[in-house]
Each structure stands twice: as structure tokens, then as C-alpha cells.
């Protein structure tokens, strides 16, 4: 059974930071392509930050310089390192995983930035 276990998300102020965790389980970790995505209420899901099973890594123009996303294979988990947050990051934030036909999801964790 796959499992994506996001963790690490809350409450924080404008200007501070949060890592969000994704822990994965039931794939072989390393061969997959990872990505955090988000949904604010009202909007559509987008992609936040990719990382590729090589560690090349992309992110949406809003979040870039601020944003950094990694990958532990040894601890099958990826990362996303979110400073300098603002109140438009505030979304569920969930944890994507892919390789060739086969996608998961995991559940989502809630991030709100206060003004």
C-alpha cells in the first residue's frame, strides 16, 4: 500500500518559515519524481516545487528564492523549506509523488501565513 504523509504545516507569521515533510512508503522512493503542490480555497491546485529522482529541481516563479525543495532517499522522504512565507502561500499543501503512468498523492497538510 503506497502512503504519502505530509507533515510540518501551521500557523505562522508573514516573513517566517516552515519545512514541510512527506514521508513516503510502499514505492521504491528513489526512481520517483517528487513535488509539493497547493490549493488555496476558491483556486486550482499548481505546482509548487518538483524534484526529479536525479535532483534536478523547478518551482513556480511565485516562490522562487524563498521556497527550496529536497530529497532524502535514505529516509524515503521529500522536503520543502518555505521561508520569508507571505499571506498569498497560505493553502493545504500536498505532497505528489510520479513515475512514468503511476502517480500518488498524499492527504495534505495546512500551511496559513497571518498578515
Known amino acids: 500500500q503506497v502512503q504519502l504523509v505530509e507533515s510540518g504545516g501551521g500557523l505562522v507569521q508573514a516573513g517566517g518559515s516552515l519545512r514541510l515533510s512527506c514521508a513516503a512508503s510502499?514505492?521504491?522512493?528513489?526512481?520517483?519524481?517528487m513535488d509539493w503542490y497547493r490549493q488555496a480555497p476558491g483556486n486550482q491546485r499548481e505546482l509548487v516545487a518538483g524534484?526529479?529522482?536525479?535532483?534536478?529541481?523547478n518551482y513556480a516563479d511565485s516562490v522562487k528564492g524563498r521556497f527550496t525543495i529536497s530529497r532524502d532517499n535514505a529516509k524515503n522522504t521529500v522536503y520543502l523549506q518555505m521561508n520569508s512565507l507571505k499571506p498569498e502561500d497560505t493553502a493545504v499543501y500536498y505532497c505528489h509523488g510520479r513515475r512514468y503512468y503511476r502517480d500518488y498523492w498524499g492527504q495534505g497538510t495546512q500551511v496559513t501565513v497571518s498578515s
Open positions: 510502499g514505492i521504491t522512493f528513489s526512481v520517483y519524481a
Open positions: 524534484i526529479s529522482s536525479g535532483g534536478s529541481t
